[in-house]
């Protein structure tokens, strides 16, 4: 269900964009760069396409606890029953989002979320696959209180589709409405890497709790927000962007001298790194203005990237329609192959000729798959397509530099 609802809002968040990006650019507030963008919905894609198979444990502790552990039965046609809850989800989704970004691990995957360098409702989708690993644990309270498993999952799914409009800069103070919930405003801070702002306002309907637990800050209009992180990413890879933290806090592990230090680089503070790794691994230090990443891109080659990008979708949609009637192995590797295709449109808008290579090589493996499954003409028209893609490919790649393939600095790059 929460995957299907997701799926049916995203023409709604996709024209929001739109009317979005044409506000902005009359008005010259805000920035939509269509790299950042793209980057930012392909992270919401593979979350949720992750989310098909990892919700099935998450979401499954929950029933378990509730069946096995609940305290009390709660009636679900009860109208204070779905008020009370949405109240408690977001009340511990305030604490699982303060901890998000005050406990390394929890922060490895939050992180996806505040890597954009922009600030608009495209960054509302940059969502992590990673949070299915420890999040669900915030919310157990909520099961052993006996809210009905169908309740939480209504409610949390309310308390995420709340946050879409509050990630604009077209939206400036909403007064009192500002005081008592999430707002544009308030969010805006809780995005900027300002020294005043940082780790503030972690609400996700009701600001409240950052008033009543001590993290509010305010929108200053002398202080403009500067938005992405203090370790950027630097990459439109997809795959990369959910890796990036976890590889670094391995490597801190792995160098660390003492025991205690390679645990303690896991629950410590988001910054933290042990003396001696410090030492031999120095980092780049922090400083204000941040330059925003824009790697150069042939224009036809980003014309590409975005083309690709709309058909990986319209797979991607397919794909949360069909898993259900799937097997196992067979979602497994429908998933996989989208992922892989986000992956490599990821490394074509970064530039890398190696990945001109890697989409090549799709294209014949997605041409060969149509000729396998027909002859139809709908598999005529696939190969067609593909041959006219890799056509567009061969002109647009010409235009890239040889030694381009260093401006990134992912492991999982090719090229």
Not at 15 to 43: F, K, N, P
Not at 75 to 80: S, Y
Not at 163 to 186: C, M, Y
Request: glycine share 8%; net charge positive.
């Amino acid at each position: 269900m929460y995957e299907k609802v997701l799926l049916w809002a995203t023409p709604a968040f996709i024209a929001l964009m739109l009317i979005e990006c044409a506000i902005a650019r009359l008005r010259h507030v805000g920035e939509y760069r269509l790299a950042d963008a793209v980057t930012s919905v392909s992270l919401g894609a593979l979350s949720t396409y992750v989310g098909v198979f990892a919700r099935l444990v998450s979401f499954g502790v929950y029933v378990l606890v509730y069946r096995a552990a609940r305290l009390a039965t709660l009636d679900v046609d009860a109208w204070w029953v779905w008020a009370g809850a949405l109240v408690a989800y977001d009340f511990l989704y305030y604490w699982y989002h303060r901890l998000g970004h005050e406990v390394n691990v929890l922060w490895a995957a939050h992180v996806v979320h505040h890597q954009s360098e922009d600030y608009n409702l495209s960054t509302a989708l940059r969502q992590t696959s990673s949070s299915y690993l420890l999040g669900w644990i915030f919310y157990l309270p909520m099961a052993l209180a006996g809210v009905p498993p169908q309740v939480f999952l209504v409610v949390s799914l309310i308390d995420l589709l709340y946050q879409f409009w509050i990630h604009t800069e077209q939206i400036r103070s909403l007064g009192v409405f500002d005081r008592i919930f999430a707002s544009p405003s308030n969010h805006r801070v809780h995005h900027a890497v300002n020294d005043i702002y940082l780790d503030r306002n972690y609400g996700g309907i009701l600001i409240l709790w950052d008033r009543l637990f001590g993290t509010f800050q305010p929108e200053r209009a002398d202080v403009p927000c500067v938005y992405g992180t203090r370790d950027p990413l630097r990459s439109w890879n997809p795959l990369w962007a959910n890796l990036h933290t976890y590889v670094a806090l391995w490597r801190d592990a792995v160098h660390a001298q003492a025991w205690p230090d390679k645990l303690r680089v896991f629950i410590a503070r988001p910054g933290w790194r042990p003396a001696d790794v410090a030492a031999r691994f120095p980092k780049a230090g922090f400083h204000l203005p941040l330059e925003k990443y824009a790697p150069p891109l042939p224009r036809a080659l980003g014309l590409y990237c975005l083309a690709q990008f709309v058909v990986v979708l319209g797979f991607g949609s397919h794909f949360l329609a069909v898993e259900p009637v799937l097997g196992r192995p067979a979602a497994i590797g429908y998933f996989s192959a989208v992922a892989a295709s986000l992956w490599i449109i990821g490394g074509l808008a970064e530039g890398r000729t190696g990945f001109v290579r890697l989409e090549a090589l799709r294209l014949a493996l997605l041409a060969a798959l149509a000729f396998v499954l027909g002859p139809t003409a709908a598999a005529a028209a696939a190969v067609a397509g593909c041959l006219a893609m890799a056509v567009w490919l061969t002109l647009a790649g010409r235009a890239l530099p040889v030694a381009a393939g260093a401006s990134g600095r992912s492991p999982l790059a090719a090229g």
